[in-house]
């Protein structure tokens, strides 16, 4: 199995001898590997999402399959028969299986086309040389390099390990991770650390929504974002250091809010608790319907019909 070409060969004549309790009979290997192999992980992943699968049955079963490769040379073989094959997204699954079953620690491979669920649970040392589709790094233990940009979910329900992504980001990156470290070195789209538990995000550029319903962890935007930061949170630190949007900090609970630039107007909104520090200024309607927490801001547009007081260089709005 060492000759990349010696292990496509074997992809013709396998026998099916797949777990008839967990996979449908017409769905067996060769259709993997063969003449539109791929077109059958799509109904693969319908088959499970009617059936209610688990994440966990779903990437288990993949070990059913014989003759998994043993190199990265024979994975690379096998990414550079897909991407000849059409519908071919969710063979991420399969693809991060075998990475994380060949004894490699530091691995390196070419994308010319996105899958979904790359680097799935991996526990590799892993750099992908391309774009990656939805759900990259997902429950990631190990490092990922991404050299290119991700789509949706990129590093959710991570517990440990590091994602970095040199590109832009999609949607929810981190979202409900519990450990370890994502760097968006470009932009993300809403949702960037959304019930996140712990762990550390920094985006290096702008971002759109980001810490709905935020638990803990700390999340750093380096460039501007969206409306509704923060909303709903109830621990863990936001840094923005460019401008907000409205409605920051609405329905916050608990934990801080920091932002370096300004503010637009409804900061606060309807907040039972935590602390929001603004160095630049804040429009209209700073802290309306409050009834817990304190917001600090630098430099104040309009204050109006709070109980505020001034502190050094800072007006402080907190509840009646």
């Known amino acids: 199995m060492k000759d990349a070409d010696e292990y496509l060969k074997r992809f013709h004549g396998l026998d099916n001898n797949l777990n ?19 077109q059958s992980f799509t109904q693969w992943s319908e088959y499970y999402d009617r059936n209610n699968w688990s994440d966990k049955e779903v990437y288990e079963v993949i070990g059913d399959y014989p003759d998994l490769p043993e190199t990265p040379e024979e994975i690379q073989a096998l990414i550079y028969k897909i991407e000849s094959e059409p519908n071919l997204l969710e063979s991420g699954h399969y693809i991060s299986y075998c990475i994380n079953e060949i004894p490699d620690k530091d691995i390196e491979l070419e994308l010319k086309k996105s899958y979904s669920y790359l680097g799935r649970n991996n ?46 980001a999609h949607y929810l990156v981190g979202a409900h991770m519990r450990g370890g470290d994502i760097l ?30 935020m638990y803990g962890g700390h999340l750093i935007i380096k460039g501007c974002a969206g409306k509704r930061v923060g909303a709903n949170m109830q621990g863990g630190d936001i840094i923005i250091e460019g ?32 602390d929001i520090i603004i160095e630049g200024t804040a429009e209209e309607y700073i802290g309306r319907g409050m009834r817990g927490g304190s917001i600090r801001v630098k430099d104040k547009l309009y204050v109006r019909g709070e109980k505020h007081y001034c502190d050094d260089d800072y007006i402080i709005v907190v509840a009646d």
């Open 20 to 38: 008839p309790k967990k996979i449908p009979q017409d769905l067996i290997f060769k259709e993997h590997v063969d003449k539109d192999c791929y």
């Open 123 to 168: 526990n590799k040392n892993l750099t992908l040389k391309g774009d990656v589709a939805d759900w990259a790094g997902y429950k990631n233990k190990g490092k990922i390099i991404v050299e290119g940009t991700a789509g949706d979910w990129a590093g959710a329900y991570m517990a440990e390990g590091e994602l970095i992504v040199e590109g832009n």
């Open 184 to 213: 968006i070195k470009k932009n993300c789209s809403d949702g960037a650390g959304d019930e996140m538990h712990s762990g550390n995000i920094i985006v290096e550029g702008n971002a759109g929504t980001a810490g709905d319903g």
């Open 243 to 274: 401008n907000v949007k409205n409605q920051l900090g609405c329905y916050m609970v608990g934990g801080k809010i920091i932002v370096k630039g300004n503010a637009h107007y409804l900061v606060g909104d309807e907040m039972y608790g935590g």
